[in-house]
């Protein structure tokens, strides 16, 4: 495979909370800003000075969307579109990536992101707002799988089917988050390495990896807890053959800087990679 990112690249989701941690870290290949955290001022986006020295020390920064709302009914908005791409001129990105979901319908927002019908009608949808945010961009666009707790009833593709469609309806890169692939196949009974052998691996543009727990009788993709077991697992047995950049994504809880290095090398463990490792920096906090 070869996309915008270093095939062997490991990442993590770029937080103020963590920023002095990932300022330190040495080996870490690229990095993932929100990019609706980021502001517009008068000279432009607004980028918080401790990214930029990643993105100067050749840390790739990719600005990674909430709002969008690929799969609403409506038009994506342009202004949305245009802040996607200015969030990636200001970091020189080499690529922009969203989600797979709905956030907003008749201007209400759900604060939330909400699975599509895996359907031919959301695909036609899909399809269109992928090929409107492609031509508003000067980068290549990823889009990421998300974690459900229900299908809907006019399903008519698995998810491993729905994401192929996708692809090779639009050309775009495919954002892989192995842990929504282990969430949604626990929660539905089915094979997650099934799941996954099925997809375009050729167009995975890099995967994520979070944690989660159990509540309710129901696995829930919460990005506060550790990288389960069985995910890593699964990260071992899908990269053997896919050599694809990897990235811890973590969202709150955070825990002491120790724990978070040895999630980062448990993720390095699992796919055989040189681990990242922590290195005093002056200023770094």
């Known amino acids: 495979m070869t996309g915008p990112l270093?095939?062997?690249a490991l990442g993590i989701g770029w937080r103020p909370e963590i920023c002095g941690l990932i300022d330190r870290l040495d080996g870490l290949g690229f990095c993932e800003v929100v990019a609706e955290s980021l502001g517009r001022?008068?000279?432009g986006i607004e980028v918080p000075a401790e990214l930029m020295t990643l993105r100067d020390r050749g840390i790739a920064v990719v600005p990674h969307g909430v709002s969008l709302s690929l799969g609403g009914a409506e038009p994506v908005d342009g202004r949305r579109i245009e802040h996607l791409a200015a969030c990636a001129r200001a970091v020189a990105a080499p690529l922009i990536s969203e989600h797979i979901a709905f956030v907003r319908a008749d201007g209400v927002e759900a604060g939330h992101l909400l699975p599509v019908p895996r359907s031919r009608e959301a695909l036609d949808v899909l399809t269109a707002n992928i090929i409107r945010t492609r031509a508003g961009a000067d980068?290549?666009?990823?889009?990421?799988?998300i974690a459900a707790l229900f299908d809907w009833p006019d399903d008519e593709f698995s998810e491993s089917e729905f994401l192929t469609e996708i692809v090779e309806r639009t050309g775009v890169y495919l954002l892989l988050d192995i842990a929504n692939v282990y969430a949604n196949a626990r929660n539905r009974g089915r094979d997650p390495r099934a799941e996954l052998r099925r997809l375009p691996t050729e167009r995975i543009a890099s995967c994520h990896i979070a944690?989660?727990?159990e509540s309710g009788g129901r696995y829930h993709d919460t990005h506060l807890h550790a990288v389960p077991p069985e995910v890593l697992a699964l990260?071992?047995?899908f990269v053997s053959g896919n050599p694809v950049p990897l990235m811890?994504?973590?969202d709150g809880d955070y825990p002491p800087a120790g724990e978070l290095?040895?999630?980062l090398d448990a993720i390095a463990n699992a796919a055989a990679r040189t681990p990242v490792t922590a290195a005093a920096r002056a200023g770094s906090r």
């Open 235 to 237: 990260v071992a047995d």
């Open 6 to 8: 270093p095939e062997a």
């Open 139 to 145: 980068v290549p666009l990823a889009v990421e799988n």
């Open 41 to 43: 001022g008068r000279g």
């Open 211 to 213: 944690g989660g727990h």
């Open 261 to 263: 290095l040895d999630e």
């Open 248 to 250: 811890l994504e973590r």
